[in-house]
């Protein structure tokens, strides 16, 4: 049984380009969510999807990042135009249900790196 | 507003005792527990749903008070596998389903 798929593993950007960040959910889990961490820093919640709808993403800047989860194919994390400051590994997580009875699976994350 | 973990930082003899606790302002409706080894990603442990309730995972247990809004993590004879960050993560009844999670506590278990 597969568990959450997150590719690349790394990534290096430049200033100015575009980073997607991929995510395939556990089979039969329809709800993703991405968090940021910082090294040495706890895990930042940034959005959370279901199937085609964007349930809650107050965590995301408003700026420059966006994310989706179509019918078909994985979770993407967009982010245009990165900063130093972006920065940092991308978890996403996958559970089958929401609310406190639903455990979160974490991929192997993403880490990002801007130069 | 993040849940507070303390200690920040433990270290341990193989074979020892611990506790990390998480506490919130908020009314929770859950709190997940998880741990980290340095450059994988978290592991879910455990899931605290009613108040006063206890789960266990091998010889880590926890405990939840819904009224004092603060959930403990148990580390009992401890071994050197235990070693990473632990993060608590709750669930408050005004945000929603997602996870707030505290900063993080250190552990480090040595032979």
């Known amino acids: 049984n597969a568990g959450v798929m997150q590719n690349p593993r790394h990534l290096v950007r430049r200033r100015g380009q575009e980073a997607r960040l991929r995510c395939s959910p556990m089979?039969?889990?329809?709800?993703v969510y991405w968090y940021r961490q910082l090294p040495e820093e706890g895990l930042k919640f940034m959005v959370y999807?279901?199937?085609?709808?964007?349930?809650?993403e107050s965590g995301m800047p408003k700026e420059r990042f966006s994310a989706e989860f179509p019918k078909e194919g994985p979770s993407i994390l967009r982010i245009q135009q990165v900063v130093r400051g972006d920065s940092a590994a991308y978890f996403c997580a996958s559970s089958q249900g929401t609310g406190g009875l639903s455990e979160q699976y974490f991929g192997p994350g993403t880490r990002l790196t801007v130069t | 507003q993040q849940p507070v973990q303390s200690p920040q930082a433990v270290i341990l003899r193989e074979g020892e005792d611990a506790v990390i606790n998480c506490s919130s302002s908020?009314?929770?409706?859950?709190v997940h527990w998880y741990r980290q080894k340095h450059g994988e990603a978290p592991v879910f442990l455990m899931i605290l749903l009613k108040g006063g309730e206890q789960k266990g995972h091998e010889k880590i247990s926890a405990s939840f008070n819904e009224k004092k809004q603060q959930s403990s993590l148990y580390l009992t004879a401890s071994q050197l596998s235990y070693s990473g960050t632990y993060f608590c993560?709750?669930?408050?009844?005004?945000?929603?389903?997602?996870?707030?999670f505290g900063g993080g506590t250190r552990v480090l278990v040595k032979p």
């Open positions: 999807l279901q199937k085609e709808n964007i349930i809650d």
């Open positions: 908020k009314a929770l409706y859950s």
């Open positions: 993560g709750t669930e408050d009844k005004a945000a929603g389903n997602k996870l707030t």
């Open positions: 089979k039969g889990h329809s709800h």
